[in-house]
């Protein structure tokens, strides 16, 4: 305990200078914290686990154009296709253009077992989903977005749409919970609500999502229906639902590297300047590690007070930069969850925290042994000539 005391004191012989290096080490943990839990959710959405099994079939010119429903009889014909579900992203909102969400008009008959997973349906009755059934105008919606607008099970939800000139009242008949937050920030309607709204809109669908029996048939169905429809008047691109789902996110940008990028800037700044301070901290100690060598300390135990002193400095800014980026998580689910339904799932993860604690620790000793061991090594009687 003696030794951390002194180290402690140490630590506050500069108060301003320790002050100053912790709020740059929490500022940087923070940012590559963020950063990099960014990229894990970005991750996610292109390595959703209960999407491999999962194809979307879309217009090969672009998911802006329609293919035929008719198409959906091809799909079913398919040894390897279990379930077919037509789907078009609707794109309303509810009361103010703020309150954005992800609204598809889909086809009630086989959404429940095209996205069992996400509706956790193993859990829902068979009498709920007979009543959506029964309700033309039903929607279901997950739980956490029903929770965000106060929604209970037969309320009337008024949508307006912005993509199709209709604004439909739908009648929540199913309120799903799923393992994942993002799934549950979701409405789903019958798909003739579009149809009867929009006219053009009957015998289309943007989308069809098909559910294989075994994801090793995914291969030889894409390229088998690509080349079904192939110089057709609607061409089909039939790609994974991983695949699909990253374009969206390609959208974007080449995020993975600026993010990568960033934070190799962030952790090369955050070196430059612990080095430095702890540098300058070590050079202004040199008459009293002369005096700590001359009463007999051994320079070993003098460089492990030193080093002591660094990693305890950068333990602390990294676990206030921690700390802090888990408290704003809950701001970044709360802000962007509802217009980007996978940012519902950002969290620090342990690992991510783990792997900043390890890269700063690190930092801490890199940028405090070299000063440190130089300190150590300088003559006893070249320190003692500046004491006093």
């Not at 959404?111 to 029964?134: C, D, H, M, N, P």
């Not at 409405?187 to 579009?194: A, G, T």
């Not at 009463?295 to 135990?301: H, L």
């Not at 980026?325 to 342990?350: H, K, N, Y």
Request: proline share 4%; glycine share 8%; with cysteine.
């Amino acid at each position: 305990m003696r030794w951390l005391a002194l180290i402690w004191k140490s630590l506050l012989r500069s108060r301003r200078r320790t002050l100053l290096i912790v709020g740059s080490l929490v500022l940087s943990v923070f940012t590559v914290a963020v950063l990099q839990s960014l990229l894990t959710t970005l991750d996610s959405v292109t390595n959703n686990p209960n999407s491999g099994n999962r194809l979307a079939v879309r217009h090969k010119s672009g998911i802006t154009q329609m293919l035929p429903r008719s198409y959906e009889t091809y799909l079913r014909q398919q040894p390897e296709v279990e379930t077919v579900c037509a789907l078009q992203w609707f794109g309303g909102y509810y009361q103010d253009p703020r309150n954005f969400f992800a609204n598809f008009a889909s086809d009630e008959t086989t959404i429940f077992q095209t996205f069992r997973e996400e509706f956790g349906l193993s859990s829902i009755t068979e009498a709920q989903v007979k009543e959506y059934l029964r309700d033309g105008a039903g929607c279901i919606v997950g739980e956490t977005l029903a929770l965000k607008n106060g929604w209970k099970v037969g309320d009337v939800v008024p949508l307006t749409g912005t993509i199709f000139p209709i604004n439909p009242r739908l009648t929540i008949r199913l309120i799903f919970k799923s393992s994942r937050p993002s799934d549950e920030n979701v409405m789903h309607f019958h798909y003739k609500v579009l149809e009867e709204g929009v006219p053009r809109m009957k015998g289309l669908t943007g989308a069809f999502w098909v559910r294989v029996h075994r994801p090793e048939d995914i291969p030889r169905l894409i390229d088998r229906v690509d080349r079904h429809y192939a110089n057709s008047a609607y061409e089909t691109l039939t790609e994974t639902e991983s695949a699909f789902n990253l374009a969206f996110v390609k959208m974007l940008g080449n995020i993975s590297a600026i993010i990568q990028g960033i934070t190799i800037a962030v952790v090369l700044a955050i070196l430059i300047v612990t080095a430095n301070t702890m540098g300058t901290a070590i050079r202004e100690r040199g008459p009293e590690i002369a005096v700590f060598r001359a009463m007999g300390f051994s320079a070993s135990r003098v460089l492990s007070l030193l080093l002591a002193e660094g990693v305890l400095l950068v333990a602390l800014g990294a676990a206030l930069g921690i700390l802090l980026a888990q408290a704003a998580a809950g701001g970044v689910r709360g802000a962007l969850g509802a217009v980007m339904p996978f940012f519902a799932d950002f969290e620090i993860t342990s690992a991510t925290a783990l792997l900043c604690l390890v890269g700063a620790l690190a930092v801490g000793l890199l940028s405090t042994f070299i000063p440190a061991y130089a300190a150590t090594r300088r003559p006893i009687t070249e320190g003692l000539r500046s004491v006093g």
